[in-house]
């Protein structure tokens, strides 16, 4: 009985292993996403979403040097003015570069077919070129406040060595505190794994070889 009491989990056990697990499967999902970008070089998208990163202040103060953005692809059709749209450039200083500003406005290509959008970086000047369907990943759905914040310290030295070594170390804990509780629950059959190990250890040790009356093997030790 009192060691089926010992074994139920609390509910503040149950709630920290559920948020841990949901935050392991969050990271996972993240990281996935972004190396199947890298591999890909952006041409595929996990689950429709892409993970862009704010390399400028052109978006500024909607976006942030460092923000990292989650893209979600769209329909032209269903694009609106004030979206943040995310395209590729292929015109002069936008060329082969991943841009993310807002639409301005919304147009019908020559052929009436296909859409074109007028965009513009909310701290800049001028209008972007066109920008043509074929160009667009797609709409910035959300800002990661949590993988920002990581993204900016570990843009800074003493940050990122913070951010290397603090997890590990909160990992190590987290794993030396579920080990304790779990020797602290089971006395017995940590004792007994300790006890063989020690017992196996001790048959090829010379001590125990001597009391076996086996004086040869001490030959090899300096004693």
């Given at each position: ?195 063989g190990d020690f017992l196996s250890q ?22």
């Amino acid at each position: 009985m009192l060691r089926s009491r010992r074994n139920r989990k609390s509910p503040l056990q149950i709630i920290y292993e559920v948020v841990r697990a949901a935050l392991v499967i969050f990271f996972i999902l993240f990281i996935l996403i972004v190396v199947v970008q890298r591999v890909s070089n952006n041409s595929f998208a996990v689950g429709g979403f892409r993970v862009f990163t704010v390399v400028s202040e052109s978006m500024y103060p909607k976006y942030k040097i460092g923000d990292i953005l989650i893209v979600e692809t769209e329909l032209p059709e269903n694009i609106k003015k004030g979206d943040s749209l995310c395209y590729l450039g292929e015109a002069n200083e936008f060329a082969d570069k991943v841009i993310t500003h807002e639409v301005i406005d919304i147009q019908k290509g020559e052929n009436g077919a296909e859409y074109q959008f007028i965009t513009k970086g909310i701290a800049n000047e001028f209008e972007d070129p066109i920008v043509e369907e074929h160009q667009v990943y797609g709409v910035v759905r959300y800002k990661t406040v949590f993988f920002s914040f990581i993204s900016r310290v570990a843009n800074n030295k003493y940050g990122f060595f913070i951010l290397v070594f603090l997890p590990i170390a909160c990992f190590v804990l987290l794993e030396m505190k579920d080990l304790l509780v779990d020797i602290i629950s089971n006395p017995d059959k940590h004792m007994m794994e300790l006890l063989g190990d020690f017992l196996s250890q001790m048959d090829n040790s010379p001590i125990q070889q001597v009391i076996n009356g086996d004086y040869g093997l001490l030959l090899e030790y300096d004693i």
